[in-house]
Each structure stands twice: as C-alpha cells, then as structure tokens.
C-alpha cells in the first residue's frame, strides 16, 4: 500500500471516527480508549482469518485448529463471539455494547497475555455509535505492519485533542525514531522506564526489521508505566506491532521492577519534565541507581538521567528527551552533571525545535549516553548538533522530522563515530553536500565535536549552543517566541531551584534556635 493512500485512510478513519463521538457530546479521553479497542480488534480480525486460512484442515481431515495452533503462531485467538461477522449479525435489540464488552473479556480468557488490557466498557457508549464504527472498520482491509502505522496515527491524534499531556502518553513518532536511530538497537535488552505507550519498543522494531532483522528473535524489551490505564494501552499496542514484552505498573522514582536484570543494552525514555514534589527518602537503592549523589532540588531531571546511566550495561547506550534547562542547571545538578561527563560516557547532545509535541510547545533536548565510548577514542569527546532549524512544519502549531532529515542527523553521528552512513531514506545528497568525502567535520551552525576541557571551560554545560554556534548569515535569525519560551523554561527551573533552598535554609535555622 502506498505512503498516500495510507495516510488518507488514517486521515478519514480517524475524521470519520471523531464525528461520530463529537455527535455524541463526549470528550477524546471518555472515547480515545474504547475506539483504540475497536481498531484493535479489526486488526487482530485480519490477523486471524490469514492465519485461518494457513491452518484449514486438508479435505477430508476432521482436525481443526485449536486456539493453541493460533497462539503458537504468534496470532491472538479470536473465540467466535468476538469476531467482526458476529457482531455485525447481532438481532435487532441485543446490546452490542454488551456483546463487545463480552468479546473483549472473551479475547483475554484465550490469550493470557492480555489479561486485563482490552477495554471492556462500551456498555457505556451509545449503540448507534458502536454500530457504526463496527461497519466503518469492518471493510477495511489495511495488512501488516501498515495497520501498526494505524494505530500509532490514531494514539498521536487522541493526545492532540486531549487525552494527557504529550511527553507523558504519547512521544511524537519522527523523535522516537531519531532517538531509536541513534542508539541503533540492532539486538539486545530494551528497558523503558517510562513506557507511556509503548511508542519506543515499537519503533526499534520497526530500526530492526528495516535492518533485515527479526525483532522477536533480536530484541527484548521491559517497560514501566505508572498509569495502570497507559499501561494497558502500551501493551494493545505491542499486540498491534506483533510484539510482546515484560511491561509492569510502577513508579520508576520508588520502584525497581527490574532489579534482577543485570544491565540493559539500551535505555529509551520520554520522561515527565521538571517534575517537583519527589519524595527523596523514599527513591530506592540510592547509591545504586544514582552513582553521582541525588539532587537536591526539587526536580526530577537529574533522577531520571542518574537512574537511565545506573540500569546500563558496561557497552549500553541510552538516548532520552530532557528539558532544555537540564543541560545548564546549577547547584546539586552541576556536580551530578559534573561527574556525568567525566565518565565519558555522554555521548550526544541534539536541541530540537520548539512544537515537535501536541500539547506541550516548549523546545527540547535529546540526550545521548555510550559507556562504551569511555574506554575508546571518543572518551574525551561530547558531539552537539543543533536540530532546531531542521523540521517539517505540519501546521501552525505542529512540526516533526522527515525520514530523511532523521537518516541525516543520524548519519552524522555515524560519521563522528567512525563509521559507514546508511541510505535507506533519502539523505544521500544532503549528507555529501554537507560532508565532502562523507568525512566528519564540525560545521558551524549544525554540528561540532568538543572536548570535556572545552565542556569544563564552558561551566560544564550540556547546552549544544553554547559549542555549534550559528552558521554564517544566520547571526540575527532569531525566532523571539521561541526565545521567550527557553527563558520562561529556565526561569521555571531557577524559581524551583530557589524554592528548595529557601525551604534548607529555614529548616536549618530553625535547627539552629532549637
């Protein structure tokens, strides 16, 4: 199927879906969820009746398939109940609220995996709705990976409307993949511990099966999510993908689910930002999971970058999104920071652009670790490449990257490391105009290799302008908005900073006059 025709299917489902629940006076996150079910549910229909087929007895043979032939297979059973056919046949007056509810407690009984996933409330959603979903989804016949696509296009316009806030549901698909493409997780263990949807086990996925790989034999993955209901949809859109995974509900900040795996080869996360309120004596196995002391402040930041460089193994790499603030902050975050690059095992820095997420329109900071580099030639260097004038803009309020300008920013770092670019996706001629030779070479403006004296002359700061510089001509290019947004951010994290050592001070003086 081609790219067009498949996104003008995922533009009219979804046009022709949100009509009918805007007709029905509900908000995206009272009907993202039962919706998300339904698709669901066609997919695993279509996965079913092919594997049906490859399974039909030989004429004359009495044996039929048992749900365990299907499930060995990989394919969720779907009990006749809960197939499209029979409930589209349902008699006049049955509720098919009830019946759907019912096919979906069915699905879980046959497939343990999905034990306490599916949605089983469309009791509470009109039946004419139901009806008329069933029969827009029903003929559509989208196979493959192309039905994940869907899926994944469905999940990303829901936490536009609504549904949470973007970093903490859903993480917008083109900074997965530059993420995913970065790290390069050919083979190996995944770990999440912020899995929100699921959005970065299934784009390494999709980076091994583009490399000709097998991801249920190359790769596993762990999640955590403290969202029992995010959890649930993170595990549908596995199934959707043809993936399958250990994803658990827990506090990352107060649970290690995960304790007994010794090391992860790659670390992916989208982490809530600047979040405040943690409670420090109860984050577990401190001298383990944060190697370089715990922050001080009243700020999540540097928790979670402690703990993603804690759970690597001694060759893992690790790649997240930060706030911009992070790579500048002062205090008790310095002198973790401080360490950090010491290691050598920060490996890349990559500012994007403001507006890449659906609810939040503040810039961001890819962050990239390599333990492995602190033992190489690279140990003394940190390679900052400046995104934010690269981006497709999709509207007025939203951007994202091409593939080819993902291969591109990839490919850069593959020539800083030494080694041979990748073509699949277009950046072929971007990358030879920019790279003669396709030789790595600072270029002012996009990209520069600095040493940890250079960071150390710098304040040790993180921030990629403070190296790239601008490139020629571009000098007084400067969006005031977006300025204004990166002040306000670090204003934010100042204020947070200065609320924690007002509250010290006070209790040490009153320590002092007891």
């Given at each position: 199927?081609?790219?067009?025709?498949?996104?003008?299917?995922?533009?009219?489902?979804?046009?022709?879906?949100?009509?009918?629940?805007?007709?029905?006076?509900?908000?995206?996150?009272?009907?993202?969820?039962?919706?998300?079910?339904?698709?669901?549910?066609?997919?695993?229909?279509?996965?079913?009746?092919?594997?049906?087929?490859?399974?039909?007895?030989?004429?004359?043979?009495?044996?039929?398939?048992?749900?365990?032939?299907?499930?060995?297979?990989?394919?969720?059973?779907?009990?006749?109940?809960?197939?499209?056919s029979t409930l589209l046949a349902l008699?006049?007056?049955?509720?098919?609220?009830?019946?759907?509810?019912?096919?979906?407690?069915?699905?879980?009984?046959?497939?343990?995996?999905?034990?306490?996933?599916?949605?089983?409330?469309?009791?509470?959603?009109?039946?004419?709705?139901?009806?008329?979903?069933?029969?827009?989804?029903?003929?559509?016949?989208?196979?493959?990976?192309?039905?994940?696509?869907?899926?994944?296009?469905?999940?990303?316009?829901?936490?536009?409307?609504?549904?949470?806030?973007?970093?903490?549901?859903?993480?917008?698909?083109?900074?997965?993949?530059?993420?995913?493409?970065?790290?390069?997780?050919?083979?190996?263990?995944?770990?999440?511990?912020?899995?929100?949807?699921?959005?970065?086990?299934?784009?390494?996925?999709?980076?091994?099966?583009?490399?000709?790989?097998?991801?249920?034999?190359?790769?596993?993955?762990?999640?955590?999510?403290?969202?029992?209901?995010?959890?649930?949809?993170?595990?549908?859109?596995?199934?959707?993908?043809?993936?399958?995974?250990?994803?658990?509900?827990?506090?990352?900040?107060?649970?290690?689910?995960?304790?007994?795996?010794?090391?992860?080869d790659f670390v992916m996360a989208n982490?809530?930002?600047?979040?405040?309120?943690?409670?420090?004596?109860?984050?577990?196995?401190?001298?383990?999971?944060?190697?370089?002391?715990?922050?001080?402040?009243?700020?999540?930041?540097?928790?979670?970058?402690?703990?993603?460089?804690?759970?690597?193994?001694?060759?893992?790499?690790?790649?997240?999104?930060?706030?911009?603030?992070?790579?500048?902050?002062?205090?008790?975050?310095?002198?973790?920071?401080?360490?950090?690059?010491?290691?050598?095992?920060?490996?890349?820095?990559?500012?994007?652009?403001?507006?890449?997420?659906?609810?939040?329109?503040?810039?961001?900071?890819?962050?990239?670790?390599?333990?492995?580099?602190?033992?190489?030639?690279?140990?003394?260097?940190?390679?900052?490449?400046d995104a934010r004038h690269i981006f497709?803009?999709?509207?007025?309020?939203?951007?994202?990257?091409?593939?080819?300008?993902?291969?591109?920013?990839?490919?850069?770092?593959?020539?800083?490391?030494?080694?041979?670019?990748?073509?699949?996706?277009?950046?072929?001629?971007?990358?030879?105009?920019?790279?003669?030779?396709?030789?790595?070479?600072?270029?002012?403006?996009?990209?520069?290799?600095?040493?940890?004296?250079?960071?150390?002359?710098?304040?040790?700061?993180?921030?990629?302008?403070?190296?790239?510089?601008?490139?020629?001509?571009?000098?007084?290019?400067?969006?005031?908005?977006?300025?204004?947004?990166?002040?306000?951010?670090?204003?934010?994290?100042?204020?947070?900073?200065?609320?924690?050592?007002?509250?010290?001070?006070?209790?040490?003086?009153?320590?002092?006059?007891?």
């Open positions: 199927m081609a790219a067009g025709d498949l996104a003008d299917i995922e533009r009219r489902l979804f046009a022709a879906a949100d009509q009918l629940w805007a007709n029905a006076g509900l908000k995206p996150s009272e009907y993202a969820r039962p919706v998300l079910g339904l698709l669901f549910l066609r997919y695993a229909e279509g996965k079913f009746a092919a594997a049906e087929q490859e399974l039909k007895p030989k004429p004359g043979s009495r044996l039929k398939p048992e749900p365990s032939d299907f499930i060995a297979k990989g394919i969720i059973y779907l009990p006749p109940p809960a197939r499209f008699p006049e007056g049955e509720s098919l609220g009830k019946a759907l509810s019912a096919a979906m407690k069915a699905i879980e009984e046959s497939n343990p995996e999905l034990a306490d996933v599916l949605p089983k409330n469309f009791q509470d959603i009109d039946d004419s709705i139901l009806v008329e979903l069933i029969r827009l989804l029903h003929p559509v016949n989208i196979t493959g990976d192309a039905f994940g696509r869907v899926y994944e296009y469905f999940m990303g316009e829901f936490a536009s409307q609504e549904m949470q806030k973007g970093g903490e549901f859903y993480t917008p698909g083109s900074l997965v993949d530059l993420i995913v493409d970065i790290i390069e997780p050919y083979h190996g263990r995944i770990l999440d511990p912020a899995c929100g949807s699921g959005g970065m086990f299934v784009h390494s996925a999709d980076f091994v099966r583009r490399h000709k790989k097998s991801p249920g034999r190359e790769i596993s993955v762990y999640g955590m999510e403290k969202t029992r209901e995010t959890l649930r949809l993170a595990k549908m859109n596995l199934a959707v993908h043809g993936l399958s995974g250990t994803l658990m509900e827990g506090n990352s900040y107060y649970d290690d689910l995960f304790e007994d795996v010794a090391g992860f982490p809530p930002f600047n979040v405040s309120g943690i409670d420090k004596a109860r984050l577990v196995h401190a001298g383990k999971r944060y190697p370089f002391g715990t922050p001080s402040t009243d700020n999540g930041n540097y928790t979670w970058i402690s703990l993603f460089y804690s759970k690597l193994a001694a060759s893992g790499r690790a790649g997240f999104v930060m706030a911009n603030s992070t790579a500048d902050a002062r205090g008790s975050e310095l002198e973790i920071r401080k360490k950090l690059i010491e290691t050598g095992a920060v490996d890349v820095i990559v500012s994007i652009s403001p507006n890449f997420f659906y609810t939040v329109t503040l810039p961001c900071t890819l962050w990239f670790f390599d333990r492995a580099k602190a033992s190489g030639p690279r140990a003394d260097e940190v390679l900052f490449l497709r803009q999709i509207d007025r309020a939203h951007r994202d990257f091409t593939p080819d300008q993902i291969e591109f920013l990839a490919n850069i770092v593959r020539l800083w490391r030494g080694r041979e670019p990748e073509f699949m996706r277009g950046s072929e001629a971007a990358l030879n105009e920019r790279f003669p030779g396709l030789a790595y070479r600072d270029i002012a403006g996009l990209c520069r290799k600095a040493t940890r004296a250079e960071i150390a002359a710098q304040g040790f700061s993180l921030n990629p302008g403070r190296y790239v510089g601008v490139a020629e001509g571009e000098a007084d290019d400067v969006d005031f908005k977006e300025r204004l947004e990166e002040l306000h951010e670090d204003l934010e994290a100042l204020n947070a900073e200065a609320a924690s050592l007002q509250a010290r001070i006070a209790q040490n003086v009153a320590e002092l006059l007891t």
